[in-house]
């Protein structure tokens, strides 16, 4: 009886000795790596040789906190795996902060047999346990499956708190790790973006002929987007002026916003009217874009000769055009549908407008109308046609300048999320070559 006594108690002292040792080469070994995949294995092995499971799975809370996931390795690929927070035995443990231990899965109304079915694995017993760091705070969850011998055991419970800190700081570095890749990965598309709008369209443009002005204005935020403006002169003589608006923001919206450059560039040439354009850049862009991608443009042909504006309106926020005579500011709004969803017609003209000398038309973009204050709310339309009513009398580059400047005013130091991008032409009847 002693000697058998004597016995366990040397296996136990063996086994509690093994583990110190797993702990301490843990220690070292988790932080040899950046690399999360790499990192969630480790863990995942150090857990399983540490406590005698069969496997295992390593999740980590999402930023939101709202859920929790992992990434499982089948064949040569890892697999991204998420559960809501409280769904499932590593779900709830996540969410309480307390161990579970299970001795039976199938006898336990919270286990889920539908994994068991899929894979053709038995799940006998589990140990779900959180991961916390220094400080308390929850990172992750232990799942473990199927302890060698029987059901886990209070000492693996152990084993695991004490792992769980060093797996939470080399977890924490290799995130923050992650981030900072991802941060510069970024960066470098938005340089790119800024890059092929730069080289399409200026920061600033102006133009003069016959008895009108333009200029465009296209300042880039951080977070650059597929705002496109352009004035191309046709061969009739007559100028295409065009502001369009890519939904979504970075390097697809930027290309799509070049695709549709070269789109209006070919047919303003070759169709005479507005409504013509728009319908034929709409056919190609819903051939190319994927779901959910699109456009919105307003695109107006403006005579330098007569001061005449034929326009239509696909989908963007109305144009603005303030009459010299009164001051009063009429919008020519939406008429058509949005570029780039379904082909066919779909783009009804707008009134033919006269210009008369000192009538200014402001095409803008939404980065404009929903520019917001720091307390959230966004300057507006109505504002929009305050402003002009206003400032309108031009210049058209003045009017663009007193237009950014309000909208810096408006912010008050607020982040802005989007370009402002903005056209102003007026009837000036100062004669001028282009």
Known sequence: MTRRYTESGVLRLEKELLRERRLTEASTALHTTLDLDLLLDMILKIACEGVEAERGTVFLLSQDGREIWSRVLQGNEHREIRLPLGRGIAGAVAESGQTVRIADAYEDPRFDRTWDERSGFRTRSILCAPIRGRDGRRVGVFQLLNKAGGPFEPSDEVFLDALSVHAALALENAQLHRAALEKERQDREIRLVQDVQRAFQPERSERRAGCLELAGLNTLCEHASGDYYDCVERSDGRW???????????????LVMAQARAYLRAFSQVRSAPEAILGEINDFLARDLTAGAFMTMFLALADPVTGTLAWCNAGHP????????????????????????????????????????????????????????????????????????????????????????????????????DDLTAIALQRTDRSSTP
């Open 240 to 254: 295409g002026v065009v502001l369009g608006d890519v939904s979504g923001h970075g390097l697809h919206a930027a």
């Open 318 to 417: 109305p144009a603005l055009l303030r009459r010299a005579r009164d001051g009063v500011v009429v919008p020519l709004g939406a008429q058509g549908r949005v570029l780039g969803v379904l082909p066919g017609a779909g783009y009804p003209a707008g009134e033919v407008q006269a210009l008369a000398s000192g009538d200014l038309l402001l095409i803008y973009s939404d980065g404009a109308s929903e520019a917001e204050a720091p307390s959230g709310e966004r300057f507006g339309e109505a504002r929009l046609v305050e402003f002009l009513a206003r400032h309108g009398q031009g210049p058209p580059a003045a009017v663009l300048d007193a237009l950014a400047a309000e909208l810096l005013r408006w912010r008050a130091g607020a982040p802005t999320h």
